[in-house]
């Protein structure tokens, strides 16, 4: 079982905008954080989530079963969703 007491919730910010941005270097500009800062990041969700999250494709990373069901909570949770407004 994963302990969360410690978990870095940017990493979810970083997970967020891979997902985003279909790219690391592009989630990196999203983020104003440098490229190497976006693959340390998903390493370590990778090692907390025991997923991939991301494999590599001719068009960038495409998510994992585990990242696109994250997707929805990450997104809300960040401040993306839609109707926040109210």
Do not use: H
């Not at 494999?55 to 495409?62: D, E, I, P, T, Y």
């Not at 809300?76 to 109210?86: F, H, N």
Request: cysteine-free; charged content about 20%.
């Amino acid at each position: 079982m994963t302990n969360f007491r410690n978990f870095d919730l940017n990493l979810l910010l970083v997970l967020d905008g891979v997902l985003r941005e279909g790219t690391l270097s592009n989630a990196a500009k999203a983020l104003n954080v440098s490229q190497p800062t976006i693959s340390s990041s998903l390493a370590k969700l990778r090692e907390i989530l025991q997923d991939e999250l991301f494999v590599r494709s001719g068009n960038g990373m495409q998510p994992t079963p585990r990242a696109l069901a994250l997707k929805e909570p990450i997104s809300t949770g960040a401040g993306g969703g839609e109707g926040g407004d109210t």
